[in-house]
Structure formats: C-alpha cells, structure tokens
C-alpha cells in the first residue's frame, strides 16, 4: 500500500501573520516534501518494505548503505510531517504546567533549553533538523544531518525544526537565526509536545 502525504494540519496561509508565507508551504509542502513521499513509493513498490510501517522502514534501512536512498525519502516522509505538526499559529514562548516543570529539570530553566536548542539548529552544518527527545526518560536537545532522525537513532521524538536552507529561504532568505527565533516564540506547538510525551 502506497505511503501517503498527511495533511499539512492548518491552511498554507495559517502562518503568514506568524512569520512563514503560504508561498513556503506551497514550495515547502507542496514540492518537496510531495516529492519525498513519491520517491519514497517508487522505491519501494514490490519490496517487502511496501507492507511495513514508515517507522519501520526507517528502521530497517538505517543502516544499510545500499538503501540509504529509501532511508533518505522516508526518513524525510516522516521528518517533515512530524515538522508540521511542530509548528502552530500562535505558538510559541514558555511552556506551562507539566511541560514546564519538565523542561527546568532538564535544562535548568526555559531559556537555558531555547538558548540550547537554538544553538543546535544555528550549528547544524548544512542541511538538517534540530530536535527536542526523549532518550530513556531524560529531555535532550539534538541535531541531525541530512535526513537522519531520533527513530532511526532509539530515541522518541518530541518536536523538530528543519533547518535545510529551503525550509526558511522564502521568508527568511539567508537568515537562519531569525527563522529559529520565529520558530521558538511565535509558532512552537507545546500540545504536540505534551502529546508525544503521553504517548506510548
Ligand atoms: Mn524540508
């Protein structure tokens, strides 16, 4: 069965007053996140990898070289939906409640985690994403290349921004550091945060 392309979970023009333009989900959602998922079938289709999750796909062809192609293409199926559901109009600032408590035991106090993230999304070399996980209970603030991620690596998932430079050229031309600053005080979704944290 073919992987489809979720929905992006708000209308491409959600975020203009919130610093990302319709024309970014147009280009950004709209081409080259559709292009990973079409790659991503054709790649498989008449594989065994047809009939497995995207997480286990992800999985299995991690560490196989002659499938980092399809590594690749899920990988970045999966990264830029979870990207999605990262952001939200109006998002943004510190955390409250459980969450906060949360994010001051791990990382002494909200500014010391934005100061901590930001600093691996602005050093992240080239392409790549910045992540909050949760590695066996404990919150860390990651970075990853290209298309790896915290599935293929053991650890859960929380939140992700991507910083290829595609992600934030639109709106922010060169500026990476303006496009995480956005990120973290206008369009964070703390409840995807809490929910991933919930899960299982
Ligand atoms: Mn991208």
């Given at each position: 069965?073919?992987?489809?392309?979720?929905?992006?979970?708000?209308?491409?023009?959600?975020?203009?007053?919130?610093?990302?333009?319709?024309?970014?989900?147009?280009?950004?959602?709209?081409?080259?996140?559709?292009a990973y998922v079409t790659k991503l079938n054709d790649a498989v289709k008449g594989t065994e990898l047809d009939s497995m999750s995207l997480?286990?796909?992800?999985?299995?062809?991690?560490?196989?070289?002659?499938?980092?192609?399809?590594?690749?293409?899920?990988?970045?199926?999966?990264?830029?939906?979870f990207f999605w559901n990262s952001l939200t109009p109006g998002g943004g600032g510190a955390p409250t409640g459980d969450l906060a408590a949360k994010i001051d035991t791990a990382f002494g106090s909200y500014d010391k985690f934005k100061e901590e993230f930001s600093n691996?999304?602005?050093?992240?070399?080239?392409?790549?994403?910045?992540?909050?996980?949760?590695?066996?209970?404990?919150?860390?603030?990651?970075?990853?290349?290209n298309a790896e991620n915290p599935v293929a690596l053991g650890k859960k998932a929380l939140l992700t921004l991507d910083v290829w430079e595609h992600a934030y050229y639109i709106d922010y031309r060169n500026a990476r550091p303006a496009f995480i600053q956005n990120f973290l005080d206008n369009l964070l979704n703390w409840d995807f945060v809490s929910a991933n944290l919930a899960s299982a």
């Open positions: 069965m073919p992987f489809e392309q979720q929905p992006l979970p708000f209308a491409m023009d959600a975020l203009e007053a919130h610093g990302m333009k319709a024309e970014t989900f147009e280009y950004h959602y709209g081409k080259h996140h559709k997480e286990d796909v992800i999985k299995s062809t991690y560490s196989d070289s002659a499938k980092s192609g399809i590594f690749n293409n899920a990988a970045q199926t999966w990264n830029h939906t691996a999304a602005a050093t992240q070399f080239g392409s790549g994403w910045a992540w909050l996980v949760d590695d066996n209970g404990t919150l860390k603030v990651m970075k990853t290349p």
